[in-house]
């Protein structure tokens, strides 16, 4: 019975070991919808993480102008913290931190947490696809259907790496009215992002603001980052 118990005591460590290295291995954003305002014209989202190998914990919040598509004046904020995270943490904590000191930009703004994007499109692909691939979804609500194209350009590699990004969508209601857009700037180089993947699309209760969460791959000394940036436009 004794020499069970060990052994099941054993494999209970190993899992727990796993479970920890499985979390500190890579450098992986969380990404966080915080909702839109009741017009949709402004949208708040952030992203949370432990950076590697530090094992510091850090967040980032950020409040939009959908329409512009482009930060609110003093709409980012960012911290991390100088200690690391202990066993079975994930940095979320920070990013709690960070929302609460940060809640009348919230207010100011209009932002509604339980106000969140309602989803068209989720992606489930773990690689992301090749540029210039097409994904189609479609909103049932307000009888819409969407096509997008995420086109990318890159150049060079590792630590020399650097690229742009635009998406053309085109949505067609049910009775056929076509409307095309050209969402983010192909001129705006990011230095070290090596792939984008559109990871979700989320659109506001009015059917007025549609969200690209954009999954972006990025180099650093340790390997190949993810970190999460948003196209947005009103409709």
């Known amino acids: 019975m004794l020499m069970k118990l060990k052994k099941n005591i054993s494999i209970i460590a190993v899992i727990m070991v796993t479970c920890v290295s499985g979390l500190w291995a890579g450098d992986t954003a969380s990404f966080v919808d915080l909702g839109f305002s009741p017009d949709g014209k402004s949208y708040m989202f952030g992203q949370y993480g432990v950076l590697s190998p530090a094992l510091k914990p850090w967040a980032e919040i950020f409040v939009v102008d959908v329409a512009g598509n482009d930060f609110v004046p003093n709409g980012k904020f960012s911290f991390t913290d100088n200690v690391p995270i202990s066993a079975g943490q994930d940095g979320s904590g920070v990013f709690y931190r960070l929302v609460s000191a940060n809640s009348e930009t919230a207010s100011r703004h209009g932002i509604n947490f339980q106000n969140q994007g309602q989803p068209l499109y989720i992606s489930l692909d773990k690689n992301p696809p090749d540029s210039g691939e097409t994904i189609e979804f479609r909103d049932f609500v307000f009888d819409k259907k ?90």
Request: net charge positive.
């Open 146 to 235: 969407y096509r997008a194209e995420l086109v990318s350009s890159v150049q060079g590699k590792e630590q020399n790496i650097k690229s742009s990004f635009f998406i053309n969508l085109e949505s067609r209601t049910g009775n056929g009215q076509v409307k095309k857009y050209t969402i983010g700037n192909p001129r705006t180089v990011r230095a070290g992002v090596a792939s984008y993947n559109i990871k979700k699309v989320l659109i506001d209760a009015n059917g007025d603001s549609i969200i690209f969460v954009i999954e972006m791959k990025r180099f650093s000394d340790s390997g190949y980052n993810i970190r999460y940036m948003i196209e947005a436009q009103r409709l």
